[in-house]
């Protein structure tokens, strides 16, 4: 059965310091991993997506993740937060037949001026 | 090109009413999604349809929930009757279709705005 765990229920940081988002799955088959984006008020957006290509994945507004299989995670780093990044995070882990889409419970990052 | 449309925005009713709410997908998706976000949570899929077929509906609540996807384009979501924890935002979201031998799961899911309900 596939699952995900977020470990982090609220992240806080300083704006121009690193941003990490952390995300482990657990998945019976080669899953298809994703990180989306939900702004207060607005629609869930894509930041990026893991498909078995490059381990490193880069996305949206300088974000990116890096899958490890050993680890079974998929964290989420930003080198330098900006104030409009504070927003709620979900990873999401889809099965290789493209069915059983599972989101995490999200993790709402504050950025601090 | 237009995203996904939903409707109404948001809807207040009492328990043990009817309700429904709307989806027009991304002109061509093939694939169909209906998602409940009960506030604080990550969404949760309901049920997945692949033009007019579902195929994946396991964590819908088939007491009181339906769902039809008539023509392979838009879609209904019902509940009846609605239930005080029936209350959360309902998603729906559209995926194209894979092309060239790439794997469904890849597709990135492209969001509504949601409709938000409350029970009373």
């Known amino acids: 059965a596939q699952s995900v765990t977020q470990l982090d229920s609220h992240v806080s940081v300083s704006e121009g310091t690193p941003v990490l988002l952390r995300c482990n799955y657990s998945?019976?088959?080669?899953?298809?991993l994703f990180w989306y984006v939900q702004h207060p008020n607005k629609g869930l957006q894509l930041l990026l997506k893991?498909?078995?290509?490059?381990?490193l994945v880069k996305g949206i507004n300088g974000f990116e993740a890096e899958f490890k299989k050993s680890e079974t995670s998929f964290h989420l780093t930003k080198p330098s937060a900006h104030m409009s990044d504070a927003a709620e995070y979900f990873c999401?882990?889809?099965?290789?037949?493209?069915?059983?889409?599972?989101f995490g419970a999200g993790t709402r990052l504050f950025v601090k001026a | 090109e237009a995203g996904v449309a939903q409707s109404p925005r948001y809807k207040i009713i009492e328990k043990r009413q009817s309700v429904a709410f709307w989806c027009n997908p991304i002109?061509?998706?093939?694939?169909l999604y209906w998602y409940q976000q009960i506030l604080g949570q990550g969404p949760k899929l309901l049920i997945q349809f692949q033009n007019n077929g579902v195929v994946d509906d396991s964590q819908l609540p088939k007491d009181r929930f339906s769902a039809e996807r008539l023509k392979g384009v838009d879609s209904t979501l019902k509940i009846q009757p609605a239930k005080l924890e029936d209350s959360a935002v309902y998603l729906c979201?559209?995926?194209?279709?894979?092309?060239?031998?790439?794997?469904?799961?890849?597709?990135?899911?492209?969001f509504g705005p949601g409709t938000r309900l409350t029970v009373l």
């Open positions: 002109s061509g998706h093939a694939t």
């Open positions: 998945s019976s088959y080669s899953p298809s």
């Open positions: 979201a559209s995926s194209p279709r894979s092309k060239g031998g790439k794997k469904s799961s890849y597709n990135e899911q492209f």
């Open positions: 893991y498909t078995s290509a490059a381990t």
């Open positions: 999401v882990v889809i099965d290789t037949g493209g069915f059983k889409t599972i």
